[in-house]
């Protein structure tokens, strides 16, 4: 698995007409899909957040697979949850027993339905950082949070160390690419011995990697500075945020969703 994998982060260049949605109707239109993951309660409704999802990924023209490489960093904990999932859910039918290990019909049905929940929740949050530019992701936080400044919290603040936050995962991962393979050209192997022997090659590669974001941030606060940044305070923007008849129609085609799986907790569990 290369770092780059991890596509949580990163900005996908395009002019879909998701691309060109307003930042705060994908957050929160995001954040609603992320609710209705934990909202369905079977597989048939399931199939539902698979369509929708489907649907908003082939109009964004972001590649499938360039997408499902954000899976391959979390593989390890997706089968780990399954796993767990499976050996520990004893209610049910029992269809195996090895030893003090009982695999019921429940704890399948159970392993697939969390196995499934993780994937569409890493497609989804995914999705909103690689077809929205990292400054319009602050400002789309800054303006759905401008409420709480009236109670005193520093909304553009938090937007900020948010938007710095997502944005520094590529930057992290570009960096530790490059320490890898060097230590690698040093003779350094993190692949192959025992645990141990793993966790101790990490090492070299973690120390360098700490003075490099050190310093990055550094670098980043000074620059800031020496911009005369001081926060949200009399700040203006060139590209003033406005909903359009696109931002309408994905405002209306998410509560529609979000009413047919809440609708969807009627039918029977399949």
């Known amino acids: 698995m290369a770092v780059r994998d991890i596509t949580l982060g990163q900005y996908f260049p395009g002019e879909s007409c998701i691309h060109r949605l307003d930042p705060r109707v994908k957050i929160v239109c995001t954040f609603v899909y992320l609710i209705s993951l934990f909202v369905v309660k079977s597989f048939s409704a399931f199939l539902l957040c698979i369509l929708f999802l489907g649907t908003v990924i082939a109009l964004s023209k972001i590649p499938f697979k360039f997408i499902s490489k954000g899976l391959?960093?979390?593989?390890?904990?997706?089968?780990?949850?399954?796993?767990?999932?499976?050996?520990f859910v004893s209610t049910g039918d029992v269809l195996a027993k090895l030893g003090p290990i009982t695999i019921t019909k429940d704890g399948i049905y159970r392993a697939l339905f969390m196995g499934l929940r993780?994937?569409?929740?890493?497609?989804?949050?995914s999705l909103m950082t690689l077809t929205t530019k990292p400054i319009e992701l602050t400002d789309g936080m800054e303006k759905l949070l401008s409420p709480l400044a009236k109670i005193?919290?520093?909304?553009?603040?938090?937007a900020m160390m948010m938007t710095i936050a997502l944005r520094f995962i590529p930057t992290l991962l570009d960096e530790t690419d490059k320490i890898m393979k060097a230590q690698?050209?040093?003779?350094?192997?993190?692949?192959?011995?025992?645990?141990?022997?793993?966790?101790?090659?990490?090492?070299?590669?973690?120390v360098p990697l700490f003075v490099s974001a050190f310093r990055i941030a550094g670098d980043l606060a000074m620059a800031m500075e020496a911009r005369c940044y001081h926060g949200g305070s009399g700040r203006t923007r060139m590209h003033q945020m406005k909903l359009g008849k696109g931002d309408a129609v994905a405002i209306a085609v998410t509560v529609i969703y979000l009413a047919l799986v809440i609708l969807s907790r009627q039918l029977p569990l399949l």
């Not at 993780?118 to 497609?123: E, G, H, R, S």
């Open 184 to 206: 690698t050209a040093r003779g350094a192997d993190f692949e192959n011995g025992s645990i141990k022997e793993k966790a101790k090659a990490l090492i070299p590669l973690l």
């Open 118 to 125: 993780l994937v569409l929740l890493i497609f989804g949050s």
């Open 72 to 87: 391959k960093p979390v593989i390890f904990l997706i089968i780990l949850t399954m796993v767990i999932n499976l050996f």
């Open 152 to 158: 005193g919290l520093p909304a553009h603040e938090l």
